[in-house]
C-alpha cells in the first residue's frame, strides 16, 4: 500500500504542479493587474502587469512590500483603506482608483477587490484585480467638460434655442427661450406640445395678434410655417419683436431658434415711414400742397384706363390764372406765391372726393381730374371754383377786372376715349 500512496502522491504532486504551471502561465499573460495581498497588505503573489504599473522589475519583487513602498502616503492609506472595507463587508468591492505616475500624468484604474478565506470561512487575504481604463476616462471627463461647456453656451447665448420631436413635443429648451416669452412658463417644460405652447402664449396674452386674424386664425399660421420650416416674426404685447427660424433634424425632429430684432423692426418701421414721408413729398407741390405734375400724369393714366375698363367718364379742368404775370411784377413773387397758395386752396375744396385729383400743372397753370362725372357735373364744379377765386377779392391792378380771375377750360371724355 505504501507504493500506492506513494503513486497517488507523486500524482497528485504532478497535477497541482501542472495547475500551478498554468495558473502562473494566464498570470503571467494577462493585461491587467492581478495579485493577492495578505490581511497587512503585503503582496503574496503579483503578476507583470501588476509590477509594471508599480514600476518594479518583475511581479517576484512585489513579494512581502505593500503599496506604502511604492506610492505616497496618501493615495497608499487610500489603496490600504479600500481593502479594508472589501475585507470588513465579505464582498468584493468595485471602484475607480486614481493615481499619478512617475511622470506626473494621472491614471485611471477600474478595480474589484475581492477577501478570500480560509476553510473555516475566516478572511486571510485580498485578491485585486485592476484594469487600466485611463484612456475611456480622460474620454469619459472630455466629454463632461464639452457638455458643460455646451451646457453654458446653449444657456448664455443671446438667441432663445428649442428642440422639438417629430410628433411635435418639446425636448430641449435653453433658459434664454424661456425668458424671451414668458418669466413663469410652465408651459414651457419638457414633453409640451408646439400647439399646446401656442395656445398657451396667446391665452396669457403674450403675443399681439396681426389686425385682421383671430387667435386660431394664427396659431394655425404658426403651425404652417413650422412645418414649412418658413421663417417668421411675431410682436409681443411688451413691444418686443421675436424672428423665428426652423430648421429639420433627423427623424422628423426640428430646432427652433428665436431671436430678438426690436432694434432691426425700429429701424425698419422708420424707414419704411421715412420712405412713405419722401414718396409724398415726391408727388406733391411744395408751394401749394397739391398734387404735382409727375404724379398727376401718373393718376390720369389710371384713371384713364379704369373710365375704359368700367366704361366710366372722366371729367378734366384745365385752370390758368388771368394776367399772372403781370401779378408778380405788379407785387412781387412773394405776393405771387401767397396768390398760387389761395387758388390752391379754393381748387382743393373743389375736388373733394377720394378718387379727384387737384394739381398744380405748370407756373401759374393748375388741373383737376374727376373720375365718373357727366358733363353738367364737371361744368358745374368748374364754375364754383371760377366763382370761389373771384370771391377771394385778391386785389390785382394789372388786370382788367382789378382783382384775380382765373380761366377755366373743361374736357369730358367717355370709356371709348383714347388718351
Excluded at 417629430?166 to 414668458?182: A, D, H, P, Q
Excluded at 429639420?248 to 430646432?255: C, E, K, Q, S, V
Excluded at 427652433?256 to 423692426?265: A, D, F, L, M
Excluded at 379727384?356 to 388741373?367: H, K, L
Amino acid at each position: 500500500w505504501m507504493i500506492g500512496f506513494a503513486v497517488l502522491y507523486e500524482t497528485h504532486r504532478r497535477d497541482v504542479a501542472r495547475a500551478n504551471e498554468i495558473y502562473g502561465a494566464i498570470m503571467d499573460a494577462l493585461p491587467d493587474c492581478l495579485n493577492a495581498k495578505d490581511l497587512n497588505g503585503r503582496f503574496l503573489v503579483a503578476n507583470p502587469a501588476t509590477a509594471a504599473l508599480l514600476g518594479a522589475a518583475s511581479g517576484k519583487d512585489l513579494i512581502g512590500k505593500t503599496y506604502f513602498d511604492f506610492y505616497p502616503p496618501d493615495i497608499a492609506s487610500a489603496f490600504h483603506r479600500d481593502e479594508q472595507l472589501a475585507r470588513s463587508s465579505g464582498t468584493p468591492l468595485r471602484l475607480e482608483q486614481q493615481l499619478i505616475q512617475d511622470d506626473g500624468s494621472i491614471a485611471w484604474l477600474s478595480t474589484l477587490k475581492a477577501p478570500f478565506v480560509r476553510g473555516d470561512g475566516s478572511a486571510s487575504g485580498i485578491i485585486t484585480h485592476s484594469r487600466d481604463v485611463t484612456t475611456r476616462k480622460t474620454i469619459e471627463i472630455s466629454l463632461t467638460e464639452t457638455q458643460a461647456r455646451l451646457n453654458d453656451a446653449l444657456t448664455h447665448m443671446a438667441d432663445g434655442l428649442a428642440m422639438f420631436d417629430r410628433t411635435g413635443r418639446l425636448v430641449y429648451c435653453n433658459e434664454r427661450f424661456i425668458s424671451m416669452i414668458s418669466s413663469d412658463a410652465p408651459h414651457l417644460a419638457s414633453g409640451a406640445t408646439i400647439d399646446g405652447m401656442l395656445n398657451a402664449v396667446v391665452r396669457q396674452g403674450l403675443v399681439r395678434i396681426p389686425e385682421g386674424m383671430t387667435e386660431a386664425e394664427w396659431i394655425s399660421s404658426e403651425l404652417q410655417d413650422i412645418a414649412a420650416l418658413r421663417p417668421s416674426d411675431t410682436q409681443l404685447t411688451d413691444g418686443r419683436w421675436i424672428a423665428k427660424r426652423h430648421s429639420a433634424i433627423r427623424d422628423g425632429a426640428w430646432l427652433s431658434v428665436y431671436s430678438e430684432i426690436t432694434p432691426h423692426k425700429q429701424a425698419q418701421f422708420a424707414l419704411e415711414a421715412a420712405n412713405a414721408r419722401l414718396q409724398v413729398l415726391a408727388n406733391v407741390d411744395g408751394l401749394t400742397g397739391l398734387t404735382n405734375r409727375r404724379a398727376f400724369d401718373d393718376g390720369l393714366k389710371v384713371e384713364f384706363a379704369r373710365a375704359q375698363r368700367q366704361n366710366q367718364t372722366l371729367g378734366l379742368l384745365m385752370i390758368d390764372i388771368d394776367h399772372f404775370k403781370g401779378f408778380n411784377d405788379t407785387y412781387g413773387h412773394p405776393e405771387g406765391d401767397n396768390c398760387l397758395r389761395a387758388v390752391a386752396e379754393c381748387l382743393m375744396h373743389h375736388a373733394r372726393r377720394p378718387s379727384d385729383i387737384a394739381a398744380r400743372y405748370g407756373g401759374e397753370e393748375f388741373v383737376a381730374l374727376y373720375p365718373n362725372i357727366d358733363q353738367d357735373g364737371l361744368l358745374a364744379v368748374g364754375e364754383a371754383f371760377r366763382q370761389a377765386v373771384r370771391d377771394l377779392a385778391i386785389a390785382h391792378a394789372a388786370s382788367p377786372k382789378g382783382i384775380v380771375t382765373v380761366s377755366v377750360g373743361a374736357s369730358l371724355m367717355d370709356g371709348s376715349s383714347a388718351l
